[in-house]
């Protein structure tokens, strides 16, 4: 089977995955009868278990087909943890412990995976994968989260045996992934050896700026839920309305992305999709309509592929220049999932001391003042650069 291949069909596989488990695990969750402050801690202890994974376990592994594997085996085992706890008496513990353990294993391979297709993927390829990734997730997103949301909703008497059933769906598309990846990874044995490691050393402005800007985008997820659940208690049928006008956007603007990114670069890219993506959380929670909501979600699903496209862009253009790799994807994961779980623990405290839409107004203000903070960050990696240029012109004369 060619690389290429391989790779296209994990990406349909783990969107299959992404939306037979995660679109609706939220919803779940809320549905279960999870407080305020449950589903915050749900947006924010997988990011939270994933930042502390990738600082102090992800680096030290070997980029072997063994690691790879024997985390995606424990992954699964999470998986189908969560898939049945759902049936438990009182299953959000459960729940929120086994995706813990899902967030620890599934940074390994998160890790892992970009460092072995830039073993078989020349640099050139990248934008045009990932766009490419990017469509087929939306074209599945768009297609799975109508039929599963109609079927849950046809399925309700029988809740929450059909949500089990949904994300058990997920579990077998995540599993042939993951072998189809695997495949690529190099063969040899390498020993493991676990020590005491410093994180954050291959960090740079540029990247704690990224991840100021997640803590932003992070904020608003939970309080998404509780809004349209809680709040307006919309169906999920009506839900997977959102998903599907954000893919039809989204794959609407992924050829334009591309061409931006190789025009404009990514960072700018990146800046773009920020500004709209706070921009239409401004009027949150003071609207009902549906048809309204389903617009804004559109634009803030079509931003954030933007952003997702020009994030993993910028990750590969900066790990050229870092010597050892494993620890800078690491580094740069463990700040995005770092960000997102303080920014979800931070909805929960917003909105214990404002109203619903004082915290999307305040969330918005949060991300423009943190994008406009770009040049800053800018001109400290600029001089930065300059100094170890500088270093190494010294160097030479020596």
Same mark, same amino acid.
């Given at each position: 089977?060619?690389?290429?291949?391989?790779?296209?069909?994990?990406?349909?596989?783990?969107?299959?995955?992404?939306?037979?488990?995660?679109?609706?695990?939220?919803?779940?969750?809320?549905?279960?009868?999870?407080?305020?402050?449950?589903?915050?801690?749900?947006?924010?202890?997988?990011?939270?278990?994933?930042?502390?994974?990738?600082?102090?376990?992800?680096?030290?592994?070997?980029?072997?087909?063994?690691?790879?594997?024997?985390?995606?085996?424990?992954?699964?085992?999470?998986?189908?943890?969560?898939?049945?706890?759902?049936?438990?008496?009182?299953?959000?513990?459960?729940?929120?412990?086994?995706?813990?353990?899902?967030?620890?294993?599934?940074?390994?391979?998160?890790?892992?995976?970009?460092?072995?297709?830039?073993?078989?993927?020349?640099?050139?390829?990248?934008?045009?994968?990932?766009?490419?990734?990017?469509?087929?997730?939306?074209?599945?997103?768009?297609?799975?989260?109508?039929?599963?949301?109609?079927?849950?909703?046809?399925?309700?008497?029988?809740?929450?045996?059909?949500?089990?059933? =949904?994300?058990? #769906?997920?579990?077998? /598309? $995540?599993?042939?992934? !993951?072998?189809?990846? &695997?495949?690529?990874?190099?063969? *040899?044995?390498?020993?493991?050896?676990?020590?005491?490691?410093?994180?954050?050393?291959?960090?740079?402005?540029?990247?704690?700026?990224?991840?100021?800007?997640?803590?932003?985008?992070?904020?608003?997820?939970?309080?998404?839920?509780?809004?349209?659940?809680n709040r307006l208690g919309l169906t999920n049928t009506q839900i997977a309305y959102f998903v599907i006008a954000s893919g039809i956007v989204s794959a609407l603007l992924m050829p334009f992305t591309r061409r931006a990114i190789e025009r404009f670069g990514a960072i700018r890219v990146y800046g773009l999709a920020l500004l709209g993506m706070a921009l239409a959380i401004l009027p949150y929670g003071r609207i009902s309509s549906f048809s309204l909501l389903v617009l804004l979600q559109a634009w803030l699903?079509? =931003?954030?592929? #933007?952003?997702?496209? /020009? $994030?993993?862009?910028? !990750?590969?253009?900066? &790990?050229?220049?870092?010597?050892? *790799?494993?620890?800078?994807?690491?580094?740069?994961?463990?700040?995005?999932?770092?960000?997102?779980?303080?920014?979800?623990?931070?909805?929960?405290?917003?909105?214990?001391?404002?109203?619903?839409?004082?915290?999307?107004?305040?969330?918005?203000?949060?991300?423009?003042?943190?994008?406009?903070?770009?040049?800053?960050?800018?001109?400290?990696?600029?001089?930065?650069?300059?100094?170890?240029?500088?270093?190494?012109?010294?160097?030479?004369?020596?």
């Open positions: 089977m060619k690389i290429s291949t391989r790779i296209y069909l994990d990406a349909g596989l783990q969107n299959i995955k992404s939306v037979a488990f995660f679109t609706f695990l939220p919803v779940l969750i809320a549905r279960l009868g999870a407080s305020d402050f449950q589903i915050a801690l749900s947006n924010s202890l997988p990011p939270l278990f994933c930042a502390l994974s990738l600082a102090f376990l992800t680096r030290q592994l070997p980029v072997t087909r063994g690691v790879y594997l024997t985390s995606g085996y424990v992954r699964q085992f999470a998986f189908l943890s969560m898939a049945l706890s759902v049936m438990l008496p009182h299953p959000i513990p459960y729940l929120l412990f086994f995706w813990s353990i899902n967030a620890v294993s599934v940074m390994i391979t998160g890790a892992q995976q970009p460092a072995i297709m830039r073993r078989v993927v020349p640099h050139e390829d990248f934008p045009r994968m990932f766009s490419t990734n990017k469509l087929i997730g939306i074209v599945i997103l768009v297609a799975g989260s109508y039929g599963i949301g109609h079927a849950l909703d046809a399925t309700q008497r029988f809740f929450p045996m059909n949500y089990s059933v =949904s994300m058990l #769906v997920g579990c077998l /598309a $995540t599993f042939t992934g !993951m072998n189809l990846i &695997a495949a690529l990874a190099p063969h *040899e044995k390498k020993p493991v050896r676990l020590h005491l490691v410093r994180p954050f050393r291959e960090c740079n402005r540029r990247m704690w700026w990224m991840a100021l800007n997640n803590i932003g985008i992070a904020m608003a997820a939970p309080l998404f839920t509780i809004y349209h659940v699903g079509g =931003s954030a592929a #933007v952003a997702e496209v /020009a $994030t993993n862009s910028v !990750m590969m253009e900066e &790990a050229e220049k870092h010597k050892k *790799e494993m620890d800078f994807f690491s580094d740069f994961q463990l700040l995005m999932n770092g960000g997102n779980a303080i920014g979800a623990l931070l909805s929960g405290a917003l909105l214990s001391m404002l109203p619903i839409w004082g915290c999307f107004l305040a969330i918005a203000a949060i991300r423009i003042g943190v994008l406009c903070a770009y040049r800053l960050t800018l001109t400290g990696d600029h001089e930065k650069t300059a100094l170890s240029q500088e270093a190494r012109v010294a160097a030479h004369r020596i």
